[in-house]
């Protein structure tokens, strides 16, 4: 399973970055407006610093207007950038027109199966269910699932990746799924290090090293 960044803080996400395994950042124009900052800059500025895919949302509302504007920030980086474009039927018809143009997309704000599956006949590339906001409806996680074996079983090539999480329970049941990642901001990837199991583990080892009289070992070299 891949794991993508959700996030505009550049600063916190390149302490994360280092860990070396991530496939990609996601923005979207909520994310960008939190860093204060121009959004333009930070696509830019985030282009520069990471590696992987960078997902941008397209923020215009008019067909045509989407359409010029996904090619521009398409222009950014060929190789790297992903459009992001909300659910809609606007959505969907320019996403026939960037597909014509190999342009990579990701339909997002995605909610039910049915959704998916015209997503996927149209030919996103991915799609990105938003577990929280599901859970916030009333509607059990269960239809990730559910969303994933729709594009198993029509043997599409479309990419489930989830997103808009709150809690590790959320993310617990989304890792046991088959789907191709999911993209979580650096608060909830630094909940992963302060498990106080962990944590406690790590103190004992500590304790337990520490009280050895005589602790010959390997040397360090500096």
């Known amino acids: 399973m891949r794991l993508f960044i959700d996030d505009g803080n550049v600063q916190a996400i390149s302490e994360l970055f280092d860990l070396g395994f991530f496939s990609g950042i996601s923005t979207n124009p909520s ?5 204060g900052r121009k959004p333009l800059e930070v696509i ?3 282009l520069n610093r990471f590696t992987g895919s960078l997902f941008v949302q397209c923020a215009s509302r008019g067909h045509d207007e989407v359409l ?11 190789e790297r950038i992903i459009l992001k474009i909300p659910f809609s039927r ?31 006949e149209a030919g996103s ?17 269960s239809v990730v699932g559910s969303m994933q074996k729709v594009l198993s079983n029509g043997d599409y090539e479309t990419k ?8 590790l329970t959320q993310i617990s ?28 583990a790590i103190d004992n080892f500590e304790a337990d090293w520490d009280s050895i009289e005589d602790r010959e070992w390997v040397p360090l070299k500096s």
């Open 125 to 141: 590339d991915y799609v990105a269910p938003y577990a929280n906001r599901i859970e916030n409806l009333g509607i059990d996680l």
């Open 173 to 200: 049941k989304m890792a046991e799924l088959p789907i191709y990642g999911m993209s979580l901001p650096v608060g909830m990837y630094n909940e992963f290090f302060s498990h106080s199991g962990t944590l406690k």
């Open 31 to 35: 994310i960008l407006k939190r860093t």
């Open 44 to 46: 830019k500025d985030m």
């Open 68 to 78: 010029k504007e996904g090619q521009e920030l398409f222009g950014l980086d060929p």
């Open 160 to 167: 489930l990746i989830a997103a808009s999480f709150k809690t």
């Open 90 to 120: 606007t959505g969907i018809r320019v996403l026939r027109e960037f597909k014509k143009m190999n342009i990579n997309t990701l339909i997002t704000g995605v909610f039910s199966v049915p959704q998916v599956l015209m997503s996927a």
